[in-house]
T-cell receptor, first 114, second 110 residues
């Protein structure tokens, strides 16, 4: 099992540019989560999907952020336009159906917006 | 929604000593409490978890206790080693809403 896969691992961009982060969950997992981690705010849940359907996006900071899951093996988190305060590590995580099943994190994408 | 508080924010112990990290949660319906360890530059990784129908769980040097009445749970690490140095996060889950504590930076001095 390859685990949760994220790309790119590092992204450096300039303010105003569009950024797209990608995630491939573990095969067979029904839930996919996007988190943002910063020193100031810790680990924040941005949005999660169940069977490719967005269930709760209340953590998405503003309209500049959007997420999609076109199929069971792929999800994207897009920021447009990006701002310096979006600089953070973005983690994708997935788990099976049960709410007490283990949630596995991807390696993260370190985003730097200049 | 759920609110999870974690203490202390930093903890320094001597190698071989024990370390205890405590968390409280607000939603009495929360039923799953995982603990994650995050090394510098790495992803959070599950080290132990406990479900609400269990009061204590142990895995080698790591143990977790849960007090549902008081709504708090704790991580205990015995015989600490330098490789235990990391940031530890507790979390509480109700349904699909997993909320994390702010993290505890544990340093084990050789």
């Amino acid at each position: 099992d390859a685990g949760v896969i994220q790309s790119p691992r590092h992204e450096v961009t300039e303010m105003g540019q569009e950024v797209t982060l990608r995630c491939k969950p573990i095969s067979g997992h029904d839930y996919l989560f996007w988190y943002r981690q910063t020193m100031m705010r810790g680990l924040e849940l941005l949005i999660y999907f169940n069977n490719n359907v967005p269930i709760d996006d209340s953590g998405m900071p503003e309209d500049r952020f959007s997420a999609k899951m076109p199929n069971a093996s792929f999800s994207t988190l897009k920021i447009q336009p990006s701002e310096p305060r979006d600089s953070a590590v973005y983690f994708c995580a997935s788990r099976r159906q049960g709410s007490t099943d283990t949630q596995y994190f991807g390696p993260g994408t370190r985003l730097t917006v200049l | 929604g759920e609110n999870v508080e974690q203490h202390p924010s930093t903890l320094s112990v001597q190698e071989g000593d024990s370390a205890v990290i405590k968390c409280t949660y607000s939603d009495s319906a929360s039923n799953y409490f995982p603990w994650y360890k995050q090394e510098l530059g790495k992803r959070p990784q599950l080290i132990i978890d406990i479900r609400s129908n269990v009061g204590e769980k142990k895995d080698q040097r790591i143990a977790v206790t849960l007090n549902k009445t008081a709504k708090h749970f704790s991580l205990h690490i015995t015989e600490t080693q330098p490789e235990d140095s990391a940031v530890y996060f507790c979390a509480a889950t109700f349904d699909n809403d997993m909320r994390f504590g702010a993290g505890t930076r544990l340093t084990v001095k050789p």
